[in-house]
């Protein structure tokens, strides 16, 4: 392959996994929402670039830089979670160290590759930025339900992601290996996952694109006179989120192995509230009932995944 042709494949690459940026006249934070980490998750990258529209109107306005970012193109152009292996389950330090060190075409999967092209841009952006950093990992979930936010364990997401009237879930953050959110939590940027709504409800959009405003304005980067749809942004997650606990932790979390024909049984969403014994699904080994009472979080309706469902109760503070 000749040189001109990588540089101009690598620009058209790295064009379409920016979904947009923003930089106002103004210093402020850098702000990253990571969007499609997963493929089959695009409800994130629809809102994201309807945001960075929104936000276009009055950039002049705007303190700090944003930039939106979808994560894994390859599993997005497919429709599915992943291609070979779970690209938010390899931030492990040995394995991004192995992934910067060698060539693309000795990478041994899809997504390391994703990870290596999505490093480029992410390492350059925090050489760059003297302000503080903030990484918002977009998702969705496959059962229907609220949203929430994994927050770290600082006191200051507390505080930031409070505002935003998703639930706080603590402890799941850490039980999950792997992921990006630790990686940059280790490195001392703050960052959390919003996990928005179910997959292709109509509403997670909404929840989603709702939420990044008004963590937006609690960073400063916007104000609420500018944007009058931050009134109604506001309404909707205080009632959509009313009924729900503000801070609850995992107490269980059921893995899927290898093998294991895990099925859950129909008709549960996030939130709902458990009882212990209850059956809450089956694999090849029979019965598989609740260890405890609490609420269940992600019951897992899709094929690809290994987190078969969460268990959470309200957090003591
Ligand atoms: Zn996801």
Redesign the pocket.
Known sequence: MNKTATTEDNIQIASKRIIGSLEGPKKGPLVILLTG??GN?TAGVEAVSSILELLEQRKEEFRGRLLGIRANLQALQHGV?YVDEDM?RIWFTSIIEDIRSKPEHHLRSSERVEVKRLLRILDRLQENSSEKVILADV???SAEGAMFTIPGKVNEHRELLSQIYAPMVFGIGESLRGTALKYYQKRGILSF?L?GGQHTNQLTQYNITASLFLLLQALGCIKSEHYPEIAKFREHLQSHTRQLPAQTELVYQHMIEDGDEFKMRPGYSNFQKVKEGEWLASDRRGKIEARCDGYILMPLYQEQGNDGFFIIKEHEA
Request: charged share 30%.
């Open positions: 980490m997963h998750e979670r938010n998702h969705t979930f996952a996990e």
